[in-house]
């Protein structure tokens, strides 16, 4: 089991830009899928972005203005985000595919989560 902590976020103005990282309790190797998703008040968790060893993959919503990225020596991946909209405001959660199923849009294709961290962007 690979625990996942989540970093970053906070506070914003719409427009603004945040960096989310997201730490693993052990080495993460490139066949690893790290993916990110969120989860706004009342509502379902929803895909944001996610890494294999070779590509990117990104939300429509988020395309343009975020940015995923790895760093494996770290242990952690990292989202930027830029632009934020107050509609974006929700609790951002990483999480792992230690077999890269494929399934990097859906919840059920990762094995562990992080806590979340809070995002909060004012208008």
């Known amino acids: 089991q690979v625990q996942l902590v989540e970093s970053g976020g906070g506070l914003v103005q719409a427009g603004d830009s945040l960096r989310l990282s997201c730490t693993a309790s052990i080495s993460i190797y490139n066949n690893y899928a790290m993916g990110w998703f969120r989860q706004a008040p009342g509502k379902k968790r929803d895909f944001v972005a996610a890494?294999?060893?070779?590509?990117?993959y990104y939300a429509d919503s988020v395309k343009g203005r975020v940015t995923i990225s790895r760093d494996n020596a770290k242990r952690t991946v990292y989202l930027q985000m830029n632009s934020l909209k107050p509609e974006e405001t929700a609790v951002f959660f990483c999480?792992?595919?230690?077999?890269?199923?494929?399934?990097?849009?859906?919840?059920?294709?990762?094995?562990?989560w992080g806590e979340g961290t809070q995002v909060t962007v004012s208008s």
């Open positions: 890494i294999n060893w070779s590509d990117t």
């Open positions: 999480a792992v595919d230690a077999h890269d199923t494929g399934r990097y849009n859906y919840t059920d294709g990762y094995g562990d």
